[in-house]
């Protein structure tokens, strides 16, 4: 069975772009668009992962972890922001909030299938 992994990203062609690249690499994938549909669909499926971009309308990258991290489904799955902010601030923000990883866009997609092979185990 493959792994799901939640792409949560207000861009739809970022999205695609996700998608293509890890369906490619055989995984499972659920899109949501912002961080309040990536919250209700995690509640209705189980995802192994999550890559979230931090600008999102109506819940944004760092409150949708808090709120994973607060379910004790997710407690402990990697969370990885994508994401075109790369201040040394953001960074701490989402580290705090319980972010695993960081990858800035624009993203090479061997550099974003590395990551999720070292952080899902």
Known sequence: MSR??????D????????????KQAGYEVVEA???????G????TKVDMLITDLNMPNVDGIELIKQVRSRAAYKFIP??????????DKKQAGKAAGATGWIVKP???EQLLAVIKKVLR
């Open 41 to 44: 669909k995690m509640d209705a």
């Open 33 to 39: 668009v912002d961080g309040r549909d990536a919250i």
């Open 107 to 109: 993203f090479a997609p």
């Open 11 to 22: 861009s739809a062609s970022m999205r695609q772009m996700i998608t293509f690249t890890l």
């Open 79 to 88: 969370v990885v922001m994508l994401t075109t902010e790369s201040s040394d």
């Open 4 to 9: 799901v992994i939640m792409s949560a990203d």
